[in-house]
């Protein structure tokens, strides 16, 4: 499971050597390898931005993300192991400090997965303020699959349409007490990729709702929870989380 581990800030020091450099807003891209052959990927990415406003309506990036990418996992290891000494290993990290959002990954089967799910954290934290965890996690594994799939193609559907799944209220609201990346497991992650695909693609009231707390997100740390917000718009909520997770339609 990818996670995003926010620490340390992301100077370069002397030394550091990239064979491919780009910038364009909001990215500014940094490669040890050419990236001829991930051209479409890359795309991918600044439509990502352009995805997360027009559905989510958080605005723009307003800070610079920066894209680290390594040709293998050797190469990606020594870079990481340099700069984040003590850090586990992961294959890929989104790092926040004092500065810009960073993204590190390197070339693997799982590679186009790791950089969008990474990305998004990455472009969430660029356009607010605060992302709660279960949210952060929950857009996350969203738009970690390709535009295509989103929508009906993610394994987690497939899991909650195969066996019971944690969709009740009281799940989300001890999912908004979650703070840190350690209390996320495979039930958390998919719970909140659960809520996010509800709210994204079920009732109107529940869109509406979504794009309120968002909204209220960008400019009050204190946003009343989306459970709150759900529960006092749609009556029997749970059962029609349920009812829209096991009648969807791919």
Same mark, same amino acid.
């Given at each position: 499971m990818r996670r995003a581990v926010r620490r340390g800030d992301g100077h370069l020091v002397a030394g550091d050597a990239w064979v491919e450099q780009r910038h364009a807003r909001p990215f500014v891209l940094r490669a040890d390898y050419r990236i001829v052959d991930r051209q479409q990927l890359l795309q991918e990415l600044w439509q990502l931005e352009r995805d997360l406003n027009r559905m989510l309506d958080i605005g723009p990036a307003e800070e610079t993300v920066e894209l680290y990418l390594f040709r293998d996992q050797r190469s990606y290891k020594k870079y990481m192991s340099r700069r984040y000494p003590g850090v586990p290993f992961?294959? /890929?990290?989104?790092?926040?400090?004092?500065?810009?959002? &960073?993204?590190?990954?390197?070339?693997s089967r799982d590679f186009a997965v790791d950089l969008r799910h990474e990305t998004t954290h990455a472009l969430l934290h660029a356009s607010l303020p605060r992302v709660p965890l279960w949210l952060d996690?929950?857009? /996350?594994?969203?738009f970690e699959v390709a535009a295509?799939?989103?929508?009906?193609?993610?394994?987690? &559907?497939?899991?909650?349409?195969?066996?019971?799944? @944690?969709?009740?209220?009281?799940?989300?609201r001890m999912l908004e007490r979650l703070e840190d990346l350690?209390? &996320?497991?495979?039930?958390?992650?998919?719970?909140?990729? /659960?809520?996010? %695909?509800?709210?994204?693609?079920?009732? @109107?009231? /529940? %869109?509406?709702?979504f794009r309120a707390y968002l909204s209220d997100l960008k400019s009050d740390r204190n946003a009343k929870p989306l459970s709150t917000r759900l529960e006092r718009r749609l009556p029997g909520i749970e059962k029609r989380l349920a009812g829209h997770l096991k009648n969807w339609q791919r």
């Open positions: 992961r294959r /890929a990290l989104y790092v926040k400090g004092s500065g810009p959002g &960073m993204v590190y990954a390197y070339d996690e929950g857009l /996350a594994e969203y295509d799939r989103r929508i009906g193609g993610h394994s987690h &559907m497939r899991e909650l349409n195969n066996r019971e799944g @944690p969709v009740s209220v009281t799940r989300l350690s209390q &996320m497991g495979r039930t958390e992650y998919r719970s909140s990729w /659960a809520w996010v %695909h509800f709210c994204l693609h079920g009732p @109107p009231e /529940a %869109h509406d709702e």
